[in-house]
């Protein structure tokens, strides 16, 4: 298995609405991110857990939260989200601190924000 | 600050004609430089890792080579379904747990029947 999978594909939440989005990854890698990409942009990391820990935090607002509950699963929580914030968001993952074989990613969830 | 330019933004090919697309960098210390493919709506997909000047990888109808300030994929006769956007990211030493990638802009590279 050497997929990374994403729910939901596609998301479209009003901004009082609470939302999760989930990764999961059954490759044995120790390493997990989420990016959020917008139309014709290169990804932009915002978080990454290392052994479960979170290791790096790009100065995301607080309306998104992580969560890494065991080793092979990542959650994004989303609260009171901004219109702006309607991206496709990725979540990959690593062998660890560094891998020969880059990044794993998922196909991405695609979020919109009414 | 880490920083990775890719040029052309987009670049049209006839079927079968060979081109190359360029990704400069600028990095502290570089430990590796990946090339990824994205289709639209998708994730990336890692084609190449790179770590020292002189190093080459193919695959298919793909090279990517490396210098101390550049990394060149390069397309022979192209088929439309190497049309895609491909992605520079570069990761430079750092303490433990930062595994951050910067990415480049990308380039959009359609091949037209």
């Known amino acids: 298995d050497t997929e990374v999978t994403q729910t939901p594909k596609h998301l479209v939440m009003g901004m009082t609405n609470k939302k999760s989005l989930k990764c999961e990854q059954h490759m044995g890698h120790r390493a997990m991110y989420w990016y959020k990409q917008k139309a014709k942009k290169p990804p932009e990391l915002m978080f990454v857990?290392?052994?479960?820990?979170?290791?790096i935090n790009e100065s995301v607002p607080s309306r998104f939260s992580p969560e890494c509950p065991n080793s092979s699963l990542l959650n994004l929580h989303l609260h009171a989200l901004q219109p702006e914030d309607s991206a496709l968001y990725l979540c990959?993952?690593?062998?660890?601190?560094?891998?020969?074989?880059?990044?794993?990613f998922g196909s991405g969830t695609r979020l919109t924000v009414v | 600050e880490d920083q990775v330019t890719q040029s052309p933004e987009a670049l049209r090919l006839q079927e079968g004609e060979s081109s190359s697309l360029n990704c400069s960098y600028t990095v502290s210390g570089l430990r590796g430089l990946f090339w990824y493919r994205q289709d639209p709506g998708k994730g990336p997909e890692f084609l190449f890792t790179l770590y020292s000047a002189g190093e080459e990888k193919e695959k298919e109808r793909l090279k990517a080579t490396l210098t101390k300030k550049e990394s060149f994929l390069h397309i022979t006769a192209p088929k439309p379904e190497d049309s895609a956007t491909y992605l520079c990211a570069v990761q430079a030493f750092g303490d433990f747990g930062n595994e951050k990638l910067t990415f480049g802009t990308g380039t959009r590279l359609t091949i037209i029947p």
């Open positions: 990959a993952s690593s062998q660890g601190q560094f891998s020969s074989y880059g990044y794993t």
């Open positions: 857990y290392s052994y479960e820990k979170l290791s």
